[in-house]
């Protein structure tokens, strides 16, 4: 009877145990059902929103935990529900991937390592559990490297086209390297300046704004017009070879056969300027001639300094005959009697000279005078010293030659002018 009553209780026992199991069981369909919510939840990558969802989830998953460490022996004495692995469908908990700590780990909630789910299951007591779901309540942080925007690398035609807003930024323009176009770049605080050698040519005027930015440690270098399209940046920028760098440059690393890139790329690296660049002379415009029954004679040290009104006047510009851009424009007035360019060296494609084709459509008297006969940005020089290097039609009719002293052919003009 003992026996008996004993073997009851042991049934009664096991009955309970089973009744335990089934619960098991019951939560363990419910992890399933929660494993296939959160992987639902990768799918829709709202992790941070589904916050509430997921620690209701993990709660579930705290009961289950709970009835599986209750888990009894079976009647060979073997653990059927979990100390270790989990016996009760798959060894190791497979969820989604990366390592299912549940005991706090790497929350990501956005990336990298998933810590919420798969991988080996350890089971932490439930105060440690409830302490780590309280924390994974909290805010997620992720710690990223912020690296270091460099400063912009910006192309310009010509140096009167920056402004206030290229501060701080290494300027490359399609600007002769003259005093003056340095001056225009430096007075906005940049970190340098890449410009046009303009074949250097008399008086090294291609070149003179380096020493001047040099002396207030402003880097500055040229490009030589042989590699690239004066009269534009970014033609300069992409093909350009440096010919010439100042001392603060070349302290920079910057040397004469480097690409513009990789120059106004060391330049990034330099500091701006803490001195404004010393004042200089704007470039000037007169009137050199103007007597009755003929066209005045105007100077103007930059293209940009003709006016609507030189209409039918002669005006010698000390700017290249490049376009900007290689694009045509309307910058020379519509009826002048003759204009007169640098050619720049000629450079690459002919681009320190495009303009007197343009001109020769336009049936306009124009022509340069080589670089190398009198300095870039000096009008005044140019008519006194310039040799004409080339020619529009229109200026060959009028009795203009390759050779021939500008004002020699100038005085010509004139003469025919007084003539009619």
């Known amino acids: 009877m003992a026996a008996t009553s004993a073997a009851m209780t042991h049934g009664a026992a096991t009955s309970a145990a089973m009744t335990q199991r089934d619960a098991t069981s019951a939560a363990m369909t419910q992890r399933d059902a929660t494993s296939a919510a959160m992987t639902q939840r990768d799918a829709a990558s709202a992790a941070t929103t589904h916050g509430a969802a997921t620690n209701a989830a993990m ?4 009961a289950t935990n709970a009835a599986t460490t209750h888990g009894g022996r079976d009647k060979g004495g073997h653990d059927t529900w979990g100390r270790g692995h989990d016996t009760g469908g798959r060894s190791h908990d497979t969820w989604s991937g990366g390592h299912d700590t549940w005991s706090g780990g790497h929350d990501t909630w956005s990336g990298g390592h998933d810590t919420w789910s798969g991988g080996h299951d350890i089971n932490e007591p439930a105060s440690m559990l409830a302490g780590i779901e309280a924390g994974l309540r909290q805010p997620s942080v992720r710690n990223e490297i912020q690296m270091p925007i460099p400063p912009a690398i910006v192309t310009v035609p010509s140096c009167s086209n920056a402004t206030a807003a290229h501060a701080g930024a290494v300027i490359v323009s399609g600007s002769y390297g003259g005093k003056y ?5 430096a ?3 940049i970190r340098g300046v890449i410009m046009n050698d303009a074949g ?3 008086d090294n005027a291609g070149v003179a ?3 001047y930015l040099d002396a207030i440690g402003l880097p500055a270098a040229t490009a030589a017009a042989s590699s690239c399209h004066i009269g534009d940046g970014a033609h300069t920028l992409a093909h350009g070879i440096i010919s010439h760098v100042n001392g603060a440059a070349a302290a920079l690393g910057c040397a004469p056969d480097q690409t513009v890139r990789a120059c106004a790329s060391l330049m990034q690296t330099g500091e701006i300027a803490s001195t404004a660049p010393p004042p200089i002379t704007k470039g000037h415009r007169f009137v050199l001639r103007d007597v009755a ?5 105007i100077c103007a040290d930059s293209v940009g300094m003709l006016r609507p009104e030189d209409a039918g006047q002669i005006v010698v510009t000390a700017s290249h005959a490049a376009l900007p851009g290689g694009r ?3 910058i020379v007035p519509i009826g002048i009697r003759a204009v007169f360019f640098s050619d720049a060296g000629v450079g690459l494609d002919g681009a320190g000279i495009a303009r007197i084709p343009h001109l020769d459509g336009l049936d306009i008297i124009a022509g340069t005078t080589s670089a190398d006969s009198a300095p870039i940005g000096d009008a005044r020089a140019l008519y006194e010293r310039g040799v004409l290097s080339h020619l529009t039609g229109a200026a060959v009719r009028a009795g203009g030659a390759v050779g021939m002293p500008l004002k020699l052919f100038i005085d010509h003009l004139l003469a025919a002018a007084r003539a009619r």
Do not use: C, H, I, Y
Not at 59 to 62: F, G, I, L, V
């Open 59 to 62: 709660t579930q998953r705290d």
């Open 200 to 202: 250097v040519g008399a």
């Open 209 to 211: 704004g380096l020493p």
């Open 293 to 297: 029954g003929e066209p005045r004679l």
């Open 328 to 330: 045509a424009d309307s």
């Open 181 to 185: 176009n340095a001056f225009n770049a």
């Open 187 to 189: 007075k906005w605080g």
